[in-house]
């Protein structure tokens, strides 16, 4: 079992920056994909960025490309997510998730650990 807890959310002023954290802990040798996705009332989980565990390639959604900087720290074992030029659009409640198998997904079912979400709202 992996246990992943996020933190860093609340709220700013659209144009501000957050950074959020995921701490993670258990079996995390066996980790090679973390993600962030985000969440809004009545819509699907949808992807946010994704690193690999070992190496730091990334990926993201168009929608954060240029303002969204996703990173980890292995010795720590966190992942971090810098949130720039933030927008009303990104108000959401943000998770962070880990699988096992080496590819970046973008479906959240692919994921096996979930955290338990911080909201993150952008005033306008």
């Known amino acids: 079992q992996v246990q992943l807890v996020e933190s860093g959310g609340g709220l700013v002023q659209a144009g501000g920056s957050l950074r959020l954290s995921c701490a993670a802990s258990g079996r995390t040798f066996s980790t090679r994909i973390m993600g962030w996705f985000r969440q809004v009332p009545g819509k699907e989980r949808e992807f946010v960025a994704g690193?690999?565990?070992?190496?730091?390639?990334?990926s993201y959604a168009d929608s954060v490309k240029g303002r969204f900087t996703i990173s980890r720290d292995n010795v720590k074992n966190t992942m971090y997510l810098q949130m720039n030029s933030l927008k009303s659009d990104d108000t959401a409640v943000y998770y962070c998730?880990?699988?096992?198998?080496?590819?970046?997904?973008?479906?959240?079912?692919?994921?096996?650990?979930w955290g338990q979400g911080t909201q993150v709202t952008v005033s306008s």
């Open positions: 998730s880990s699988k096992r198998t080496i590819r970046i997904a973008i479906s959240p079912n692919e994921y096996e650990y």
């Open positions: 690193i690999t565990w070992i190496g730091g390639s990334t």
